[in-house]
């Protein structure tokens, strides 16, 4: 058993909370306070009342997720978002969200992360966002069809793949989930690749007529891996169990 404010500070800490500046109406750090006590925690890619539940079950009383409970001040305790709160509070459930500062950090980033597991080498980041890169560029020394490979095998749920590239990208995107704002900026950067979680339909059109390799891999996919290294580096700082809390969320 820990204190709370010590995981928490942790975390902070682990993350540079004050350093990264998030998108309008986004809380990061702790949402929901519990009795002050972490005995198991976890991590999940939603604040939802499903996840919630299941992190109860799993008997979890830190739970760490990327896409928060707030977003837009102020919210209303009515409906669905009385029930997450309520559940919460009845179960003892504390929430902690890292948002940008889980997809863009350096080493427990979801681009990060992701680099690193399809053998990708960080070279630079891009999109700059309130003095933040919040994308990651990579060099790459293999073919896209052997990146394609990588992906299915990194995303065995299915990846869709636009290519109109090059078939031996030098320079490769990741953005974790939404990509919609580094589609255009990609090829600024020196690349004509990005993989990402999820984009519109218009982004195939654009990929046709501006040469470009996207492959898209899943917005809950893509931020699987930030939450669940920072619930993990928590866990064995402080000596305690850990768990993801999967919801095989298709998008």
């Not at 079950?57 to 305790?77: A, C, R, Y």
């Not at 680099?115 to 896209?144: H, Q």
């Not at 869709?160 to 078939?167: L, P």
């Not at 917005?219 to 669940?228: I, K, L, P, S």
């Amino acid at each position: 058993m820990v204190n709370l404010d010590s995981v928490i500070k942790f975390c902070n800490d682990r993350i540079d909370l004050n350093k990264i500046k998030d998108f309008p109406g986004a809380w990061n750090g702790l949402q929901v306070e519990n009795n002050g006590k972490v005995t198991r925690i976890g991590a999940a890619v939603d604040a939802g009342l499903f996840p919630f539940q299941i992190a109860s079950e799993k008997e979890i009383d830190f739970l760490i997720v990327h896409h928060g409970l707030f977003w837009s001040p102020p919210t209303p305790l009515t409906g669905v978002c009385y029930k997450k709160i309520k559940h919460c509070m009845d179960h003892n459930l504390a929430i902690y969200s890292a948002h940008l500062p889980l997809d863009c950090h350096s080493e427990i980033g979801n681009n990060a992360i992701l680099a690193k597991r399809l053998n990708l080498v960080e070279c630079d980041g891009f999109l700059d966002f309130e003095g933040n890169k919040i994308g990651l560029l990579t060099d790459c020394n293999f073919s896209r069809e052997d990146l394609k490979t990588r992906l299915q095998q990194e995303f065995p749920s299915g990846i869709e793949c636009i290519e109109f590239g090059s078939k031996y990208p030098t320079k490769i995107g990741i953005l974790s989930g939404s990509g919609q704002s580094a589609v255009d900026q990609i090829l600024n950067v020196g690349a004509d690749t990005l993989i990402t979680g999820e984009l519109k339909q218009q982004h195939f059109n654009y990929a046709q007529e501006k040469g470009l390799n996207l492959y898209l891999c899943g917005h809950y996919a893509t931020e699987t891996f930030g939450v669940e290294a920072l619930a993990k580096e928590a866990a064995e700082k402080f000596n305690l169990p850990y768990e993801f809390v999967d919801t095989n969320c298709p998008l």
